[in-house]
């Protein structure tokens, strides 16, 4: 499409129930006019009208000119906030003024090609509405000069309207991630940055703004995410003039990047989202991601790790009869955590000695592997290639390739620093070694963690600034051993859930959510993970009787139940359950195994329950003929019995049979008599199942029920 036919008027791109219109008017950078639900087809001359109709009155005080905000704004087009481009040519050039000399059209999408002569550098900006319906957006930015273009920063901005007036973000720590926060959208900017090098367990997944009191299944809410694995920024500002945004982009360290003549930095994707409610939000990310040609196509493996299991204490006897109990549950993937290799006996030492260790396994890993193959399961190993321990081999013979300032060692953490894989030569080793031992085992899954955060994380001699080439070096690591072992599949564990965005899920096939696996902790992580990412790409364990995090005790059923829609695996001894908790474990597995092409595939969805000790959520089937719900009891309720059980999402004109689901179906509470309806279940319309709902089951704290909606007819006329 020629730049004269795109800019006589806006553009309208629709897809996947959002509309998207542009104004690319008058030669500058394109400023969204709506974003947000589809308008349906409209008019060009229509196009016009609302996109002049949106043009702001001049007041007292104000510029002349209207303020042409853009999705990279520019402090040329009057707009005095955060800035779109940061940087300078040696003092100058500190003000960019694109404006566009083409634009490509491509489906749902376009590439708007700008320059700014003066500050000689130019700019492509790429928007696409996904089929899901998220709009992503990037930037590319050129220095055309003949000198060196500093960059401080880019961000990109989406407007929002001013409807939206409370912000959600989660923030969080080791062992408690994914906390919800929320305050008001006041005038002014309310920004959130990572410094770590990584997301950190700390990170928003999603910026929203929405509606006051915006909740999963109502209000007005829109969200951003940067698809980014090392720092980076996200902020919501609102101006006096009127105009709020959310923006968001790669967060730079002094002097990271500094583009030579005919340089280029690409930004990464900033991904918007928006719903009535939380939950359409997140089904457009959950939706997209199930559309990648990579992602995960097979029954996700239910997985045994060996971590809370058995520590640093490797015995092949123990570990082989472990893998002999797991195999008689079902388990369908065993991984063999830390302590393999090298002088690894603790977490002080070896780290980065990627050798089996002859000292624990004398024959090599050949022995476990080939029991746990002959098992019928996969063998996955655990590796944390980007770290390295001062007392190890690695590091004593090349101290050199350590992030750090010049002259001395960045602050220690758990005994470890990080490894530059921005040095070609540390790049190479690290390669060499997993590579070696991909091509030696029968490995199917590495479980890759990123236990620290960059500190200080200086490059080469000179110590400049390296979290963005060493994140641009994890990247093309993780891409080239997944180029030469087909079907090889990793989780990115990151002290849990601390490197959690859309762009390392673009190389990686799951997530682990956090290090804690209580299950009451984890009912608060795994739902504001799902916020982001669906539950087949989260790793949800059945620990042991006892939390090894927090010491609190549960029963089986309640840690079952916790980990039963997501990604499904165990961390705990299971050879030293009894006979009893080893049945009931394999009655959950197989329960999981029948109803995971439901789980991993369907709607996530989550009652809005006036009771703040009851949680509702479930799985509803793409067709709608199908949900699993979960019924969970946090803590005592102080209506006496519970109230009602409303159940969202379903065919509101369908017919459905709704039970207890086995082996979910035991309630353990003070009822003296149990629910009429518990008993032969109950068939109801979805509309009367979300509007009026059943009697809740009255449960002890810290219990769930599973209940399940069959499709069985439609009503009657």
């Given at each position: ?20 219109v ?52 520019e ?26 000399d ?20 130019a ?91 915006f ?26 003039s ?15 990047v500094r ?20 939950d ?12 990648r ?76 592997a ?43 953490a ?17 390669l060499?070694r997993?590579d ?25 001699a ?19 051993l ?5 079907g ?5 564990c990151?002290s849990?859930?601390a490197?959690?965005?859309l ?19 984890r ?97 509803v ?5 199908d ?14 019995p ?32 149990p ?9 109801l ?6 509007e009026?709902?059943v ?23």
């Amino acid at each position: 499409m020629s730049l004269t036919s795109v800019t006589t008027a806006p553009l309208h791109l629709r897809a996947g129930g959002t509309s998207v219109v542009l104004d690319l008017r008058g030669g500058g950078l394109p400023r969204i006019v709506h974003w947000g639900h589809d308008l349906g087809s409209i008019a060009p001359e229509s196009l016009v009208e609302l996109a002049d109709a949106q043009v702001p009155p001049r007041v007292t005080g104000s510029l002349d000119s209207p303020v042409a905000f853009a999705v990279l704004p520019e402090q040329s087009a009057g707009w005095l906030g955060t800035p779109g481009v940061s940087g300078h040519r040696a003092g100058s050039a500190f003000s960019t003024r694109f404006e566009v000399d083409g634009v490509d059209a491509r489906g749902t999408g376009l590439v708007v090609h700008a320059a700014d002569p003066a500050a000689e550098v130019a700019v492509d900006v790429e928007l696409e509405i996904t089929p899901s319906g998220l709009l992503r957006v990037r930037a590319g930015l050129t220095n055309t000069g003949t000198s060196v273009f500093d960059l401080e920063g880019l961000v990109l901005a989406l407007p929002v309207p001013d409807l939206a007036t409370e912000l959600l973000t989660t923030t969080g720590r080791h062992l408690r991630e994914r906390v919800p926060q929320r305050q008001p959208f006041t005038f002014g900017t309310f920004m959130r940055e990572s410094r770590r090098g990584r997301p950190g367990a700390d990170a928003t997944l999603v910026l929203a703004a929405g509606e006051r009191g915006f909740t999963s299944r109502s209000g007005r809410v829109w969200g951003v995410h940067v698809a980014w694995s090392g720092n980076h920024r996200v902020l919501a500002e609102r101006a006096i003039s009127g105009e709020s945004f959310l923006a968001g982009g790669e967060l730079l360290l002094p002097g990271e990047v500094r583009l030579e003549p005919g340089a280029r930095y690409e930004s990464p994707w900033l991904y918007g989202s928006h719903g009535n409610g939380l939950d359409e939000l997140a089904s457009r990310f959950h939706e997209h991601l199930r559309a990648r040609p990579h992602h995960p196509s097979t029954p996700r493996p239910v997985t045994l790790n060996t971590w809370e299991a058995v520590y640093f204490d490797h015995d092949l006897d123990r570990l082989t009869h472990l893998a002999d109990v797991a195999a008689e549950l079902g388990v369908e993937r065993f991984v063999l955590d830390d302590g393999w290799f090298g002088s690894r006996r603790d977490d002080t030492q070896g780290l980065g000695d990627w050798h089996v260790s002859p000292d624990v396994w004398p024959a090599g890993l050949h022995p476990l592997a080939d029991h746990v193959v002959d098992r019928g399961m996969q063998f996955g190993l655990w590796v944390e290639p980007e770290m390295v321990n001062p007392d190890s081999d690695l590091a004593r013979a090349h101290p050199d390739w350590i992030l750090g300032a010049p002259g001395r060692a960045p602050v220690a953490a758990r005994h470890q620093q990080v490894l530059d894989l921005g040095n070609p030569d540390a790049f190479a080793h690290i390669l060499g070694r997993l590579d070696a031992l991909l091509d030696e085992y029968p490995i199917a899954y590495l479980k890759w963690d990123h236990n620290r955060d960059l500190v200080e994380p200086g490059h080469g001699a000179g110590g400049v600034p390296g979290v963005h080439r060493h994140t641009l070096a994890v990247y093309r690591l993780l891409d080239e051993l997944r180029a030469r072992h087909h079907g090889l599949e990793i989780e990115s564990c990151a002290s849990g859930g601390a490197r959690v965005d859309l762009g390392i899920m673009e190389r990686t096939d799951r997530i682990w959510a956090s290090d804690c696996i209580d299950p009451l902790e984890r009912e608060e992580i795994q739902r504001w993970t799902e916020l982001l990412l669906p539950p087949e790409l989260i790793g949800e364990h059945v620990g042991s009787p006892v939390a090894h995090t927090t010491g609190r005790t549960h029963t089986l059923d309640f840690r079952a139940a916790s980990a039963f829609f997501g990604h499904l695996g165990i961390e705990w001894d299971i050879a030293q359950a009894d006979a009893g908790e080893r049945a009931r474990m394999a009655e959950w597995i197989t329960a999981h195994k029948a109803l995971r092409g439901l789980l991993h595939t369907g709607t996530r969805v989550h009652a809005d329950h006036p009771d703040p000790a009851l949680r509702v959520h479930g799985v509803v089937a793409v067709d709608r003929d199908d949900a699993v719900f979960a019924v969970t009891q946090l803590t005592t309720s102080l209506q006496y019995p519970t109230g009602t059980l409303r159940l969202p999402g379903l065919d509101p004109d369908a017919v459905y049979d709704v039970r207890p689901l086995p082996p979910g179906d035991r309630i353990e509470g003070m009822a003296l008599e149990p629910l009429p309806w518990w008993r032969n279940g109950v068939r109801l319309t979805g509309r009367a199942l979300a509007e009026v709902g059943v009697r809740a089951p009255v449960q002890f704290p810290e219990r769930t029920v599973l209940v399940r909606a069959r499709r069985i007819d439609a009503p009657s006329p």
